[in-house]
């Protein structure tokens, strides 16, 4: 179903209108913790954007504000074209959340717990039963709709918890750490339900611990550490914000790798894994140089492979390597 990506904002003009997700300057202590220091993020309507961060950055906390459940100590923070500090109900009714800490009731069934949120949305009743059966049937719960929730696998759960969260329609959800702690095939069933979400122009704000999942499926990221944004962009923009691209070769033979090492001197060499490590973008160009040049010195190595930055190493580079939670107290300082 394509779909207007937003309400119209009330504070008028076309920019406005297409921004789902704003806020300049917010910030947040808990007592003297300081734990966000005057965040800026901006998401456009439709598009994905996931908050990463290493525990306790503050990522939970920036939900709750933005989807109203505490107050940002400062900040203008603006939501569905409503600010929060003037119309929080407008935001939340444009909104959905879903948390780490579920909201589905375990003892009740999945086809209940739909109902329920149905009831909460004021749905007439004959509407309700027919927007919780059509969810459930695009969630493929249809069949376990009828036994009780407690009985379902973590997957079933987190998409049971999905379906009751657009039971209300949303056009912005927020998905605080959605696939933590699901198996591999329950985490690719989640994006796809994540994409089919975006294809229908619902704006996605993401919280993640996993760089692959902030890869797979983010328009944006931001990188979250000691209360700021240490870094955003679109996945490729932060990777080539660091360095580390190379090429690797490894010998088996040592009289080989050695006389390796000694004609390419600007290599890093391992000599226990005999590998010698160049700096590279991993551009067809340079790879073609190095094959000449390796050709010309007559070196041949047993295996060549070619190594771009990932995600990874940008979280490494941007983040600390000890626990935000740890270092909240430096920051407050
Ligand atoms: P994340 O979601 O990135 O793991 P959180 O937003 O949950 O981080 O927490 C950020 C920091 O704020 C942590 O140091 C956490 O201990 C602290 N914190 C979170 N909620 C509270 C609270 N209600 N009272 C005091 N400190 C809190």
Avoid: C
Wanted: overall charge negative; proline content about 5%.
């Amino acid at each position: 179903m394509p779909s207007p990506v937003m309400p119209t904002s009330r504070q008028g003009g076309a920019a406005l209108s297409s921004v789902a997700v704003s806020a300049v300057g917010m910030r947040k202590s808990y007592g003297d913790k300081l734990v966000l220091d005057g965040i800026d993020l901006r998401i456009p309507a439709g598009s994905v954007f996931a908050l990463l961060g290493p525990n306790g950055a503050g990522k939970t906390t920036a939900v709750k504000i933005l989807s109203t459940l505490i107050t940002a100590d400062a900040g203008d923070l603006r939501v569905g074209g409503h600010d929060l500090a003037v119309d929080p109900q407008a935001v939340r009714a444009a909104i959905g959340v879903t948390g780490q800490f579920s909201a589905v009731d375990g003892l009740i069934t999945g086809e209940e717990n739909m109902l329920l949120m149905a009831d909460l949305h004021h749905l007439p009743r004959a509407e309700g039963r027919r927007v919780a059966a059509e969810l459930l049937e695009r969630f493929d719960l249809t069949e376990a709709a009828k036994k009780p929730a407690q009985s379902y696998s973590g997957g079933m759960k987190r998409r049971l918890d999905l379906a009751m969260t657009l039971v209300g329609n949303p056009r912005i959800i927020f998905l605080d750490e959605p696939t933590t702690g699901l198996d591999p095939r329950s985490r690719h069933t989640m994006w796809g339900i994540i994409r089919g979400l975006v294809a229908d122009g619902v704006t996605v704000f993401l919280t993640t611990q996993y760089l692959e999942e902030a890869d797979e499926l983010a328009d944006r990221i931001a990188v979250l550490n000691n209360g700021k944004i240490a870094a955003e962009g679109s996945a490729e923009e932060l990777k080539r914000l660091i360095p580390g691209g190379h090429v690797r070769l490894r010998f088996t033979d040592p009289a080989a790798y050695r006389s390796a090492t000694t004609t390419l001197r600007e290599a890093t060499a391992d000599d226990e894994a005999l590998t010698l490590q160049l700096p590279s973008d991993g551009s067809q160009r340079e790879l073609r140089s190095i094959l000449d040049w390796l050709d010309t010195a007559g070196i041949e190595a047993d295996e060549l492979t070619v190594h771009t930055p990932d995600l990874d190493d940008v979280f490494f580079a941007l983040t600390d390597k000890t626990d935000n939670a740890d270092q909240s107290k430096e920051t407050a300082r």
